[in-house]
């Protein structure tokens, strides 16, 4: 005789399936059947069916041995999505962060907060678990602490650990767990100071510009500029002004001084900077009375010569070719001289080329 009987924490003991001689009587036939090696299998397991069974087997002349498993349901919790606060502010006091949502659990996950990959105190987070429809369990799960400005950019995420049964439906249950996407939020404080700064080279020529910004954020919308002259007052720059940039299209070298911001609805926070517009030097020769002279004009992009003619000098006199170049930082030079066994060989890094009682191992080209 085989008996199978059910019985759950708030049931008595109810009895599935009943074999003797030829009589075999299966409560639930349409869900439930019993194999040769007389193994109960249930189909469309529901919570109802969570609880203990208990078979039962009797042979004439070998007596009744009764054995007792429980049944589980387990139910992987959906991918959890994370709702980031939009208006976070560094406050003394906490506030609420974000919410990270979740449904058809069972049992109860375990709920874990990251912020930049480090976990947070399970004392910041609240969860409220809700029994669905088809009884499984959804998830709200709240984040509340305290915000400064260093946790603005920070990477939130939260995870799910959960239980399912192990390998081949077996016991015990094996963890797991699951992970929302990383959100960043956006942390709002007040400015304590203003910065100027001058972005790139400054270059006679190029579009020069200055950016005023704060410590604070978000940023402000515009920024008021001005030009510090000579006598301490100040130049309202109203052209170029593009949010909180200053653009000097054509920078020349007259662009050069100090120059000052304050930033919308800040007039309390300003900021001051130098800035140098650098310029091309220009060649200048400056002939040297009673000395053979030799004319060399340059470009920073490209050196020219102004005068290509070779320089014809007595044996034993002397050779000056002297260049005076203007420039917005002190240039620096090197005549260099190719000739026979020589390629390119410093022969002095003045701006003038001197050579005294010029012989004929001095023949060759020189360059500047």
């Not at 075999?24 to 069974?53: C, P, Q, W």
């Not at 701006?351 to 023949?363: A, M, P, R």
Request: hydrophobic content about 35%.
């Amino acid at each position: 005789m085989l008996v199978w009987n059910y019985k759950n924490d708030t049931s008595c003991c109810k009895r599935l399936v009943y074999f003797h001689d030829s009589t075999r009587d299966i409560t639930e036939s349409k869900r439930m059947n019993v194999s040769n090696d007389l193994t109960l299998h249930i189909f469309k397991m529901s919570f109802a069916d969570v609880g203990s069974y208990m078979c039962s087997l009797s042979v004439v002349g070998h007596g009744t041995s009764v054995a007792t498993s429980k049944a589980y349901i387990f139910s992987a919790p959906t991918t959890p999505e994370i709702i980031i606060e939009s208006n976070l502010t560094e406050s003394e006091t906490t506030q609420k962060v974000g919410v990270c949502h979740s449904k058809d659990a069972y049992p109860k996950a375990f709920v874990i907060w990251y912020q930049d990959g480090q976990a947070l105190p399970e004392q910041q987070v609240q969860n409220v678990w809700t029994r669905q429809k088809n009884q499984l369990c959804s998830l709200e799960s709240v984040l509340t602490r305290q915000i400064t400005r260093q946790d603005n950019n920070a990477r939130f995420h939260c995870q799910l650990v959960y239980n399912m049964s192990g390998a081949n439906f077996g016991w015990p249950p094996k963890e797991q767990n699951i992970n929302s996407t990383s959100v960043n939020i956006v942390v709002h404080y007040p400015a304590t100071r203003a910065m100027l700064h001058v972005q790139g080279h400054a270059l006679e020529g190029n579009v020069v510009t200055l950016e005023c910004s704060t410590d604070g954020n978000p940023q402000p919308l515009h920024s008021e500029f001005y030009r510090i002259l000579d006598n301490g007052s100040r130049l309202h720059m109203k052209n170029g002004r593009v949010g909180n940039r200053l653009l000097l299209y054509n920078a020349s070298r007259d662009d050069s001084g100090e120059y000052a911001c304050s930033a919308a609805g800040l007039s309390n926070l300003q900021a001051t900077t130098s800035l140098h517009v650098y310029y091309k030097p220009k060649g200048l020769v400056m002939p040297t009375p009673q000395h053979e002279s030799h004319s060399v004009a340059w470009d920073l992009d490209k050196p020219i010569l102004s005068h290509r003619e070779e320089i014809r000098v007595r044996l034993g006199k002397s050779l000056v070719v002297h260049c005076n170049a203007t420039s917005s930082s002190r240039p620096k030079y090197a005549w260099k001289k190719e000739g026979i066994g020589m390629a390119g060989q410093v022969v002095s890094l003045e701006s003038t080329l001197h050579i005294k009682k010029v012989s004929y191992k001095d023949s060759g080209n020189y360059t500047l």
